[in-house]
């Protein structure tokens, strides 16, 4: 029996539903889920579920990201990103946690570094190792 992870995901505010297909940039303050398909940039300061029929082409900003369908993009999650056993990612990530469960697919470089708790998660220029 596989042990449950105590999140801190925010409840989901907006869903993508699957059969919509959205080009273009998303940007908000709360969490998203996405079924469906979305190409361009997601800006988003809330987390992400990515759903196992969900797809985005695009690159990517958030605090918390759970990935069980496919992204084709570099991710930039100020937190965690996790990566289910359905879930691929080809792209290059910057994360302070990262989880792949057994089958999970990621192709790209990893930078895993503890995020200044002064940036937002929106500016990627603000990503910066901690001094440790």
Avoid: H, P
């Avoid at 900003?61 to 056993?85: C, D, H, M």
């Avoid at 290059?92 to 089958?103: F, H, P, Q, Y």
């Avoid at 697919?105 to 570094?113: A, C, D, R």
Wanted: hydrophobic share 30%; aromatic share 4%; proline share 0%.
């Amino acid at each position: 029996m596989r042990k449950k992870r105590n999140t801190s995901f925010q409840d989901i505010e907006s869903v993508i539903s699957t059969g919509v297909e959205i080009k273009g940039e998303i940007n908000s303050k709360g969490s998203l889920r996405i079924d469906g398909k979305v190409e361009g940039k997601l800006d988003i300061l809330g987390d992400i579920v990515l759903g196992e029929k969900g797809y985005i082409n695009g690159e990517i900003k958030t605090e918390n990201i759970i990935l069980a369908g496919k992204i084709e993009g570099n991710v930039y999650a100020k937190n965690r990103l996790e990566i289910t056993a359905s879930g691929t990612l080809y792209g290059d990530i910057t994360c302070n946690t990262l989880i792949v469960e057994e089958g999970g697919i990621l192709e790209g470089k990893t930078k895993m570094t503890k995020i200044n708790e002064k940036s937002e998660v929106g500016k990627l220029t603000d990503f910066k190792k901690s001094k440790a």
